[in-house]
């Protein structure tokens, strides 16, 4: 069965303090990896689409790298916009294509 | 258009009533999602309708009832729901099967019951 977690929980940064989130996933066969952002009371907004081991994915301060067994986030000189829950979330060969498991996500507050 | 947009935004229904959750999107996606959250959890799959079809029933429910009118509209059909349905409510698009564009998520809507 295909599983996902993430660490830390929760996190804390001052504001330029750069940090890493980390995605483990266990699929058998991955199809695709993903990123998203939630604000609270939001829906979760897409961030990442990463397909193969050794791939990486820029967008602003947000920087996605994976391997076989994981997915790091890392965010360069954050601000406190950048406070939110990031989820991440995958899909595996033996899962309907209509299908992705979501992590718990890593809640992160960015303090000025 | 590149938004998905839920209504209501929240909703408050006793455990007899029947109401419906309603999502639209006008960006051309052809596969639609229902999403359940509850707080400080992450999304987890209800339906999907890809092509007009339902294509996943997680396993929901009978007092939830999916309908897709169109290849714009998704709705949410509720009856006789109980305290422990209460949650965040998603609707989702995306261009194609497989999540691989993204996901498109609407702001969801909060339903208590009561």
């Known amino acids: 069965e295909d599983q996902v977690t993430q660490s830390p929980e929760a996190l804390r940064l001052q504001e330029g303090e750069s940090s890493s989130l980390n995605c483990s996933y266990t699929?058998?066969?991955?199809?695709?990896l993903f990123w998203y952002r939630q604000d609270p009371g939001k829906g979760p907004e897409f961030l990442f689409t990463?397909?193969?081991a050794g791939e990486e994915k820029e967008k602003e301060r947000l920087k996605a790298t994976l391997t076989k067994k994981e997915s790091f986030l890392h965010i360069t000189a954050p601000k406190p916009e950048d406070s939110a829950t990031y989820l991440c979330?995958?899909?595996?060969?033996?899962?309907?294509?209509?299908?992705?498991?979501f992590g718990p996500g890593t809640s992160l507050s960015v303090i000025p | 258009d590149t938004e998905v947009t839920q209504t209501p935004k929240h909703l408050v229904m006793g455990m007899t009533n029947k109401k419906s959750l309603k999502c639209e999107q006008h960006m051309g996606h052809r596969a639609m999602y229902w999403y359940k959250q509850k707080a400080k959890k992450p999304p987890e799959l209800m339906f999907v309708y890809s092509y007009e079809k339902l294509s996943i029933n997680e396993s929901v429910p009978s007092r939830f009832s999916p309908e897709c009118p169109n290849s714009s509209l998704l709705n949410l059909h509720l009856h006789a729901l109980q305290p422990e349905d209460s949650a965040l409510y998603l609707c989702?698009?995306?261009?194609?099967?497989?999540?691989?564009?993204?996901?498109?998520f609407g702001s969801g809507t909060r339903l208590t019951v009561v």
């Open positions: 990463l397909y193969s």
């Open positions: 699929v058998s066969g991955l199809r695709g």
């Open positions: 989702a698009s995306s261009l194609g099967t497989g999540g691989f564009y993204g996901y498109t």
């Open positions: 979330a995958v899909q595996g060969e033996k899962t309907s294509y209509d299908k992705v498991i």
